[in-house]
């Protein structure tokens, strides 16, 4: 059977990278949040990868196919208008409310130097269409990115989050209220080499972290969800053979999973990760812009894509050519 299209491609400016999906309760809408990228920006500066807005696209379909919606409005701070950096949303159902957790920067600078600080941010909402700010994430650095949300063997939520002060690895800090307002850095968790885009999720009996070494994904396993362990088959990598289907025949960036837990237990768990992948980045440092706008925006294009997860003998195994359509449960959440 021939592999599938990709699942989506940002009608905007054909950047959508950073997915995150969750299931909007009580429809049989499935939703993409993803940082919209400015792909088909050819200012030969690093402003499409800035200047970013958080975009939306809704399944309803059970993730098969999926609808451009819009943008997220007011996730800015009053005090700075205009055009401002969003990346990595992480949105998730806790404590009877919606959580979104996004990476915020000042403005749309052209070069890395020009943005030197990085935050994570916290909103809520009832139904994902409209989001109120509740603060920013002290976790003890002043440029992070990339939070993952979860609550693991302790009982404790926890975002994970790169830290770039410190090599780009990955650290962790707890909360001690069930509204997520106040955390606590606990230190790092991941070392190196470097990466980004932690995900954290339990599937198979163990709790599982993958990040993004830009190779691939790479695979950590752990019991409690607090000790962790490089997966060592393939070198702790997944993602990183490229696929077959269109536009996937590169290594897949920063994923996020949805779990789907077997009724009687398990042995059946499967989860589908949610990757993008740049089908035509050549390895050239695009940041740099490149003398042929017209090559500059087949690189910096991007397009989101889904494979198959699931456990074998404590080993996450992924299939990344998928001969059928996804096909979500909220049932099996």
Same mark, same amino acid.
């Given at each position: 059977?021939?592999?599938?299209?990709?699942?989506? /491609?940002?009608?905007?400016?054909?950047?959508?990278?950073?997915?995150?999906?969750?299931?909007?309760?009580?429809? +049989?809408? %499935?939703?993409?949040?993803?940082?919209?990228? /400015?792909?088909?920006?050819?200012?030969?500066?690093?402003?499409?990868?800035?200047?970013?807005?958080?975009?939306?696209?809704?399944?309803? +379909?059970?993730?098969?196919?999926? /609808?451009?919606?819009?943008?997220?409005?007011?996730?800015?701070?009053?005090?700075?208008?205009?055009?401002?950096?969003?990346?990595?949303?992480?949105?998730?159902?806790?404590?009877?409310? *919606? $959580?979104?957790?996004?990476?915020?920067?000042?403005?749309?600078?052209?070069?890395?130097?020009?943005?030197?600080?990085?935050?994570?941010?916290?909103?809520?909402?009832?139904?994902?269409?409209?989001?109120?700010?509740?603060?920013?994430?002290?976790?003890?650095?002043?440029?992070?990115?990339?939070?993952?949300?979860?609550?693991?063997? +302790?009982?404790?939520? /926890?975002?994970?989050?790169?830290?770039?002060?410190?090599?780009?690895?990955?650290?962790?800090?707890?909360? #001690?209220?069930?509204?997520?307002?106040?955390?606590?850095?606990?230190?790092?968790?991941?070392?190196?080499?470097? $990466?980004?885009?932690?995900?954290?999720?339990?599937?198979?009996? %163990?709790?599982w972290m993958v990040v993004d070494e830009w190779r691939g994904q790479a695979v950590h396993r752990s019991?409690?969800?607090? #000790?962790?362990?490089?997966?060592?088959?393939?070198?702790?990598?997944?993602?990183?053979?490229?696929?077959?289907?269109?536009?996937?025949?590169?290594?897949?960036?920063?994923?996020?999973?949805?779990?789907?837990?077997? @009724?009687?237990?398990?042995?059946?768990?499967?989860?589908?990760?949610? *990757?993008?992948?740049?089908?035509? %980045?050549?390895?050239?440092?695009?940041?740099?812009?490149?003398?042929?706008?017209?090559?500059?925006?087949? @690189?910096?294009?991007?397009s989101i894509h889904a494979a198959r997860l699931h456990v074998e003998d404590g080993v996450l195994v992924?299939?990344?050519?998928?001969?059928?359509?996804?096909?979500?449960d909220p049932a099996l959440l």
């Open positions: 059977m021939t592999p599938l299209a990709p699942l989506f /491609r940002c009608p905007v400016f054909d950047g959508a990278a950073d997915p995150t999906v969750i299931h909007r309760r009580g429809t +049989d809408e %499935w939703w993409m949040f993803y940082t919209a990228r /400015r792909a088909t920006l050819t200012t030969g500066g690093c402003d499409w990868i800035t200047g970013t807005r958080i975009g939306v696209a809704v399944s309803t +379909d059970a993730g098969a196919t999926w /609808r451009y919606r819009g943008v997220v409005e007011g996730l800015d701070p009053q005090d700075s208008p205009g055009l401002n950096t969003h990346w990595a949303p992480e949105v998730v159902w806790h404590g009877g409310r *919606y $959580h979104l957790f996004l990476t915020w920067g000042p403005g749309a600078p052209g070069s890395w130097t020009e943005q030197a600080e990085r935050r994570l941010v916290h909103y809520t909402g009832a139904d994902l269409t409209a989001w109120e700010y509740q603060g920013t994430l002290d976790v003890g650095s002043p440029n992070v990115i990339d939070a993952a949300f979860a609550v693991v063997a +302790d009982g404790t939520p /926890r975002v994970w989050f790169k830290d770039e002060m410190d090599g780009s690895t990955t650290w962790s800090a707890t909360c #001690s209220g069930n509204d997520l307002n106040d955390w606590r850095a606990e230190g790092q968790v991941i070392g190196l080499p470097a $990466h980004e885009g932690p995900n954290v999720f339990e599937l198979g009996g %163990w709790y019991k409690d969800g607090l #000790s962790w362990q490089r997966q060592e088959a393939n070198n702790g990598l997944i993602l990183d053979v490229p696929g077959t289907g269109p536009d996937d025949a590169t290594y897949g960036r920063h994923a996020d999973v949805v779990v789907q837990h077997d @009724e009687v237990g398990t042995q059946g768990d499967f989860a589908y990760i949610f *990757y993008f992948t740049h089908p035509e %980045w050549q390895d050239t440092e695009m940041v740099s812009g490149l003398a042929d706008p017209v090559q500059a925006v087949r @690189e910096q294009c991007t992924c299939t990344r050519d998928l001969d059928a359509p996804v096909q979500l």
